[in-house]
């Protein structure tokens, strides 16, 4: 049970390229999100898919999309990267029932670098 | 705007002491409230939820709830240096997919 995993770890970019962040959980969760964290900016949701086959926008989702794959992958794609996009990169997944019980768990952490 | 405010500390505690960790949300209909711990270069990780007025403990983690006065706290018995680190309250509206997350407190304890 690998809970939230995340891939890469580590990338840099140069201005203007492409990459996909990839997500995936194994707990059966209905719920995935992407954050980004900075620091003194506390995290900030950037999408987020309440379940499958649905996509929200979510705080801060300019200069990104994202792809609900299936229940489990959820990626995020950068088609043209800038500097501000360096960040931290958060995914995470959520057993949520309005009314019910609630739990989110973060991945490991993409780090982002774009010269 | 929904908003979760907490001091950004740092909060420095002796070893041993009992750390008090304070949120405050502005949405008065949210029901559900974390609290996630964050070590330097790590993702967050979730160490107690709690959804009605009161407290609820976890070994050497109590939160408290007052919804009357929209207010989320967490108490850490017998702290120790392996509790350094920020801790993120983290807030559900009614109804909501959506999470909002404080900025954090810096707790460092000293031994």
């Known amino acids: 049970n690998a809970g939230v995993t995340q891939t890469p770890k580590f990338q840099v970019l140069k201005t203007g390229q492409s990459m996909t962040l990839q997500c995936a959980q194994d707990?059966?969760?209905?719920?995935m999100y992407w954050y980004r964290q900075d620091p003194g900016m506390g995290l900030r949701l950037i999408y987020y898919s309440a379940s499958e086959g649905t996509t929200d926008k979510g705080e801060v989702p300019n200069g990104y999309n994202v792809s609900r794959l299936n229940k489990r992958e959820f990626s995020l794609r950068l088609e043209s990267a800038a500097p501000s996009q360096t960040s931290v990169y958060f995914c995470a997944s959520r057993n949520y029932r309005v009314g019910g019980t609630d739990t989110q768990y973060f991945g490991p952490g993409t780090r982002l670098t774009v010269l | 705007q929904k908003e979760v405010e907490q001091n950004s500390g740092p909060l420095s505690v002796p070893e041993g002491a009992i750390a008090s960790l304070n949120c405050t949300y502005s949405d008065r209909g949210s029901q559900s409230f974390f609290w996630y711990r964050q070590y330097s270069g790590k993702s967050p990780e979730l160490i107690m939820s709690?959804?009605?007025?009161g407290d609820k403990e976890d070994g050497r983690f109590t939160a408290q709830l007052n919804k009357a006065s929209q207010y989320v706290s967490l108490l850490i018995r017998d702290s120790q240096p392996s509790d350094s680190a920020t801790y993120l309250c983290a807030v559900n509206g009614a109804g909501s997919y959506q999470l909002t997350f404080g900025k954090g407190t810096k707790l460092s304890v000293i031994p």
């Open positions: 709690i959804y009605s007025n």
């Open positions: 707990m059966n969760h209905n719920s």
